[in-house]
């Protein structure tokens, strides 16, 4: 009863839910979500300053997350580079001195709070030539308005002023409803002062924090929340009134250090000053208002102005409205398509589903109008998502919940869709799908989740990126050996498959090719196996059957290819002069250094030449037929499977125990490359030896391992933001439903550029070599011009 009822409930699941449907909804809802976040901004207000200083909420402890939009965490090395030559003043009582200590030691994290109480305290840093100075000023008198003055008459030097609201008041004068009049009068009269500063400077006044009143000694007992907030109240008032009445003021509110010590300040020593972690959130406010603009860092989008289109973006926008317009004419015109592509070929494990007996047929000229237009409807989703202010973008922060809840959640689900396999033999089509789709979900948790703090999933992770080379070395070995297929055609096809989206997002979001590292590894390895089956002397299963020395002749050429490896692997300054040569540096660059290509490179770069030996062994085995790979027997003799897979097993948990043990990254990445093939053999026996094993597949899985390619790149842009460092935020204030929405409509743009990668494939890639010739001609010409236009071009990235 239970499998009818199973695969009822499946049947249920897919009749009312196509991925069809599935894509309509999903563009509705960007529409939707366009509008309603672009109305948003209009009316509410899209100044990421105000969002960054107005509010937030604690992610975890001492992880401030700002209203919508990421803040930087500041070093010492960003917080010269932006303040150097400049002089900062935060004026007020005791809790603005903790304030300066906090900010000044973003500056020299080696700074003691060592002035004296009730006096100025001065800091300099001269190699950087910054003065950050705390005034005492407990009160809003005479005395800091003369200050004032004499910064507004006196501009040689740029002042960024931080003002505080004064506990001091309260506690002088009893609380007393004059005080606070008086206060009032006083912040009114000093306002002209403090607009005219604006006009040079920066200027901040800091909401007076919450006190915890149980905790407060008796002579401060007096100081309670309510006046506090009667204070703050006057302090808005004033300095947003003269706003309102057409000054040119431009004062900024700290509001979200009040806010972020409204849920900190009950651990207060003396109910008054604020925890250490507090203060420093209110100080990384501060640096990110003033230094985002000037450093521009990637995960810092709060107070960050948009950079205007480049050239390459205006031309590619520009394309793609040709192809609209073109699109629409033969709309007109009457042209219909009828084409249907051909299922795609799996590019990275080098695998190809059976094509179809019938005749190719014709490609009406409105089909790959049609799919480039759905491309530029997608990259301007992509562009709006990650390079307009349109969208809200938050930071990750890693729980060991956000990563293992939804682990478990996906393969539940995974289980729960499973069938009966077509073939039964070692890494079957459908099992590497399978195999491709469950790492690449692992793995876009593991992003999202930002679990690459945890270094034990960290080190799994680089084992699953390690098992998509791995299945590249297999895959393309297996065609090469068996078909022996070197002819252009198939290789631009594999070309085209794996760049397309690439190099589209390339022109798209300004990126450089090495910024989608996994593409231009997985393009490099596939030369390299090309190469090397290729180059006399050309050793193919038909040749080698005749005789075993050709096996042995193969495997001297596989030596020839590690001992190359290795000889780029154990010189830096080799490898960097290789790749460090125009045009070959352009694809491999990234901030002008090809050491992230490097370093990439280095971390799997015996794990492709594994696969291409797993591949030969088994293939040998096969030929032999030492194997048994029929529907529900094992593998091997059942004591000989029995023992493999009791070795399996250990192996396989013996990896896992030293990658919970490792102590640092560094440490760790200089071994993964001698023992990641371990864990990879270890799964790859443990899923193929036991016949049952063999013989089912999960189809959930397989299904997302058709587009896992495509679900790798896209996850820059679209489900993450800011080049994968935040979150995508499409339903502000409830995150598991920005999730679920924003993870629809990420799997359905992935799937549809997959399909539109393979229409245009077949339209781009012609089998006539001449054609062929003619297009990797215009190819090259339109590569160097886009090369030519971006050469010497620094992104700020």
Known sequence: MAAPAYSLGRREINQYFSIRSAKLLAFGAVAL???????????????TCEWLLSGGRFLGENVWQPRGCMMHKYRSTDAKSCLRHKRIALIGDSRIRQLFYSFVRIIDPEHREDGNKHENIPFEDQGSSINVD??????????????LRSWTEVRRVKVTFSGFNKSWSIKLHGGSSEALHQYRANLTFIAPSLETLTQSSDVYWVLQDPVHEETLSEPRRMITNEQIDLYNDAAVS?????????????????????????????????????????????????????????????????????????????????????????????????????????????????????????????????????????????????????????????????????????????????????????????????????????????????????????????????????????????????????????????????????????????????RPYQFYYFVPLVTFWFVVIYATMAMWPQILQKRASGSGVW?????????????????????????????????????????????EWWFRWKLDRFVMIHGMLFAFIYLILQKCQVLSESKGEPLFSNKISNCLLFMSVVLFATYSIWASSCKNKTECNEMHPYISVVQILAFVLIRNIP???????????????????????????????????????????????????????????????????????????????????????????????????????????
């Open 691 to 797: 016949g049952y094993a063999r013989s089912l597949y999960s189809s959930f899985f397989a299904w997302f391992g058709k587009i896992s390619l495509e679900l790798f790149i896209c996850q820059y842009h679209i489900w993450l933001a800011a080049d994968t460092k935040g979150i995508l935020v499409l339903i502000p204030g409830s995150p598991s439903l920005n999730i679920i929405i924003s993870t629809f409509i990420f799997v359905c743009v992935a799937h549809e550029i997959s399909q539109i990668t393979n229409d245009l494939a077949q339209v781009a890639i012609p089998k006539e070599n001449a054609a062929l010739l003619k297009r990797l001609l215009a190819a090259g010409v339109f590569l160097g011009f886009v090369l030519m236009l971006s050469q010497g071009k620094r992104p700020g990235h």
């Open 33 to 47: 979500l366009v509008l309603l976040h672009s109305a948003s901004r209009y009316y509410g207000g899209g100044d």
């Open 238 to 510: 004033v300095l947003n009134g003269s706003k309102r009445n057409g000054r040119a003021g431009a004062v900024r509110l700290l509001q979200a250090s009040r806010q972020a010590a409204l849920e900190t300040i009950a651990e207060s020593g003396d109910g008054l000053h604020l925890p250490e972690g507090t203060r420093n959130v209110g100080a990384m406010i501060l640096m990110n208002s003033i230094c985002n603009k000037v450093v521009k860092p990637i995960d810092g989008s709060c107070c960050q102005p948009r950079p205007a289109p480049t050239v390459l973006q205006k031309l590619t926008a520009a394309t793609f409205s040709v192809f609209v317009v073109c699109s629409a004419v033969l709309h007109l015109l009457g042209y219909s398509q009828h084409h249907k592509g051909r299922p795609a070929p799996d590019v990275e494990s080098g695998e190809e589903k059976r094509k179809p007996d019938s005749a190719t047929v014709p490609v009406s000229p409105k089909g790959p109008f049609q799919s480039i237009c759905r491309m530029g409807v997608i990259m301007a989703y992509f562009y709006l998502c990650d390079r307009a202010d349109v969208f809200m973008k938050e930071q990750k922060f890693y729980t060991h919940s956000t990563f293992f809840i939804p682990l478990i959640y996906i393969f539940v689900l995974g289980i729960f869709y499973n069938e009966s396999s077509k073939e039964t033999k070692l890494l079957n089509r459908e099992q590497t799908d399978e195999w491709k789709g469950w790492m690449q979900l692992v793995i876009l948790i593991y992003h999202i989740s930002g679990a690459s703090a945890f270094l034990p999933v960290y080190m799994h992770v680089r084992v699953l990126v390690a098992a998509y080379l791995f299945q590249t070395g297999y895959g393309h070995f297996s065609f090469f050996w068996l078909k022996g297929d070197f002819g252009l055609y198939r290789v631009c096809q594999v070309l085209f498959r794996l760049n397309f989206l690439v190099v589209v997002l390339c022109l798209v979001m300004d």
């Open 551 to 595: 096996h042995l002749v193969f495997l001297v050429k596989l030596a020839v290819l590690l001992i190359i490896t290795c000889c780029f692997a154990y010189s830096q300054g080799f490898f960097e002069s290789v790749f460090s040569v125009w045009p070959v540096s352009s694809l491999f660059e990234l901030h002008g250094s090809v050491h």
């Open 134 to 147: 705390f005034l005492w000023h407990a009160e809003v008198n005479n005395s800091m308005r003369d200050r």
